[in-house]
Structures are given as structure tokens and as C-alpha cells.
């Protein structure tokens, strides 16, 4: 994934803010891509993440969600908190509602413990205007289309005044992993809406294409006379 791996070494102790590259930041490999400010509920089963998130709400710290694909790890990742525990289970396992908070990239992995855990430098967007409130509205409006017609339900609230939309309109489709993943990187707010609003039209027209073809196949001749 293009980060070395490193010695054990340094502090392992949560805080409640990492500087860049002081502390080590414990991972949670998932398939799935977790932007700033959205949320994500957890099923915690395994018994060192139930260890690593049970660490993470005593000290009211992050930890990095980056994405996983077979062996292959992510090297930009977002950092979630705990907002809630959700449930309880008898054998252990528990139910949690995290929400992403900010993003990094992995500058080298720590192995020595049984959770991943990394040496990471956090990135934010580059100084640039905010988008007009007709603009987050036709993002929200094309993602909610293409929404419907893929048969998933479009949650997300609309706030025309959120610093990064296109976070929030993502995190609410089944989009392609290797795209969500792009988006993530992007240090533009501008240019991911530019490229989220290509990818919907893109698939849009893709998807009504596809179904029109199904409806006249499904007739075959047998339509009405």
C-alpha cells in the first residue's frame, strides 16, 4: 500500500487529538470508505476490536478506518469517533454508531500489535470558495436520481450550507469502492463535485439505457396490438 513498516516504538496511548506523526493511530480495515462527517454503524465482533473501539470510547479517542480489498490496504483513510452504543450483546459483542472526522494518509505501519496501527498525517481541503446553495441542491438532486433508480434509499438530509456536500451525498450510494476512495483523496471540494456530478450523469444514463433495453427484451413482440 506504498507505506513502510516500522519498528514498535513511541507512545501507544490514546489521546483525544494525535499530533501528525507522534502517536501511533490503531486501524480498522474495512470494505468501505468512511468520509468526514458521515456516519457509520459498526457491528463489533472480533475480540481485538472489541478491545481497540472499547479503548477508543474510554478515552474519547479516534481510530483510522481505511479500506480494505483482500489484502490490500488503502493508504488514505478517515479517522471515526463513537457517538453512541447502540447495543449490548450477552457474548460480548456490541453495536455502535461512529461518525467520521477527519482524514489521513498512512506514512508507515506498526505490527507488533494485534490491531494495525499506524504513523499518519492528517490532510483537509485546500483554501477555496464555498459552492452556491443551487449547486449543493443539483448534486443533491442527480444523487437522489440515481438513488431511486438504483433501488436504495436516499437518507441524507439536504444542507446547501455544508462545507463539503459531496462527502455527505457519497456516503449515501453504492457507489464504486476505487471511486468512494478517489473522492476521499481529492483535496478539492469543487473538483469532487465536478467528478461526482460526472460519475451520477455517467451512470444515470447508463442505468436508463440498461433498462429501457430490459422493457423492450421482457415485450418481445408480445406488447399490445
Known sequence: MGAEVVDRGGSSGHHRSM??????????????????????PLHIFEPRYRRMIGD??????????????????????CTAIVEKVVQRHEDGRFDVLTRGVRRF?????????????????????????????????ALY?????????A???FDRPL?????????L????LPLDLAFK???????SETQRVAELTAFLEAWIERQQTTDRARALSMRNGKGPH
Not at 481510530?63 to 488514505?76: A, H, N, R
Not at 444542507?159 to 462527502?167: A, C, E, R, V
Not at 476512495?181 to 483535496?187: A, D, M, N, S, W
Open 19 to 40: 499530533s501528525e506523526t507522534s502517536d501511533l493511530l490503531p486501524l480498522f480495515p474495512l470494505d468501505l470508505v468512511l468520509f468526514p462527517g458521515t456516519e457509520l
Open 56 to 77: 477508543a470510547m474510554e478515552a474519547q479517542s479516534e481510530f483510522g478506518v481505511v479500506t480494505s480489498q483482500g489484502k490490500s490496504l488503502s493508504p488514505i483513510g
Open 159 to 167: 444542507k446547501t450550507d455544508h462545507l463539503q456536500p459531496s462527502f
Open 169 to 172: 451525498a457519497a456516503a449515501e
Open 141 to 149: 438532486e442527480l444523487a437522489i436520481r440515481a438513488a431511486t433508480l
Open 105 to 137: 494518509r498512512t506514512k508507515a505501519l506498526d505490527q507488533e500489535e494485534a490491531v494495525l496501527r499506524a504513523r499518519v498525517e492528517f490532510f483537509d481541503d485546500e483554501p477555496g470558495p464555498m459552492l452556491e446553495a443551487d449547486e449543493v441542491k
Open 151 to 153: 433501488g436504495h434509499r
Open 181 to 187: 476512495q478517489r473522492l476521499l483523496g481529492l483535496t
